[in-house]
C-alpha cells in the first residue's frame, strides 16, 4: 500500500484562515482523539493578507474541506477522520458548507534518522520538525493500519492518506491540497 501526505496548497488569491480563540483546542494534537462541540467553531480570514479567495479545502492551520468532499468521503466509509461543521466568516459573509477534518488515528512509523526529525515536544510527545516523512518499513510491517486517514504518531502535525483516499481527491479534482508519496524505507 503506498501513503501519501495530505496537505493545504494554496490556489492563486485564496484567503488563510484562523479559528476564533474560545475553539484553538482543535489545533492541540497532544490529545489526538474524536471531538464534540455544542456549536460550530467559527473560523475568520486573516486579515494579514489581502486574498480572499476560497478553495474546495480552507487552511486554518488543519484542513477544511467543503461539503460535497465530505459527502463523497463518508459515503466511502473513510476511516480515521471525524467531520464536524465550522462557521466560515469570510468578511462578513458567512458559509455553512465547509468541515473541520479532525484525523483521529495515528500509528508510530516514522523513520527519525531518514526524515531528519529535530525538536521533540514532550507535550506533544512528537517531533516538531522533519525534513521529509519518511515511514520504517519495520514499523509499518508491525502495525495494522485500519484507518484510511491517520497520523503518524511521531510527528502528529501531518496528515498521512491512504490510496483510496488519494483516488477520490484526484477523481474530484480537489483544489487547494496536495498529495505527496510519503517514501518508506
Known amino acids: 500500500m503506498d501513503y501519501y501526505v495530505l496537505e ?8 488563510s484562515f484562523y479559528f476564533d480563540e474560545d475553539y484553538i483546542d482543535i489545533l492541540d494534537y497532544s490529545q489526538i482523539g474524536v471531538l464534540f462541540y455544542n456549536s460550530p467553531p467559527k473560523v475568520y480570514i486573516d486579515d494579514q493578507y489581502s486574498e480572499r479567495g476560497m ?13 460535497n468532499i465530505v459527502d463523497i468521503l463518508t459515503s466511502n466509509y473513510i476511516r480515521g477522520v471525524q467531520f464536524f461543521p465550522v462557521l466560515v466568516n469570510n468578511d462578513g459573509k458567512l458559509y455553512k458548507n465547509y468541515y473541520h477534518m479532525n484525523v483521529f488515528a495515528s500509528y508510530p512509523l516514522l ?12 507535550y506533544c510527545e ?8 519518511v515511514i520504517d518499513s519495520k514499523k509499518l510491517a ?10 503518524v504518531k511521531e510527528h502528529c502535525w501531518k496528515i498521512i492518506v491512504n490510496e483510496k483516499v488519494k483516488l477520490i481527491l484526484s477523481q474530484l479534482n480537489v483544489s487547494g491540497v496536495r498529495l505527496t508519496p510519503v517514501e518508506i524505507i
Open 55 to 67: 478553495s474546495d479545502v480552507l487552511k486554518a492551520l488543519d484542513l477544511l474541506p467543503i461539503q
Open 126 to 133: 512528537s517531533y516538531k520538525t522533519v525534513t521529509r516523512m
Open 111 to 122: 523513520n527519525e534518522y531518514a526524515s531528519e526529525a529535530r525538536r521533540y515536544s514532550n
Open 142 to 151: 508491525k502495525s495494522n493500519i485500519v484507518h484510511d486517514v491517520f497520523r
Open 8 to 15: 493545504g496548497g494554496f490556489i492563486e488569491d485564496e484567503a
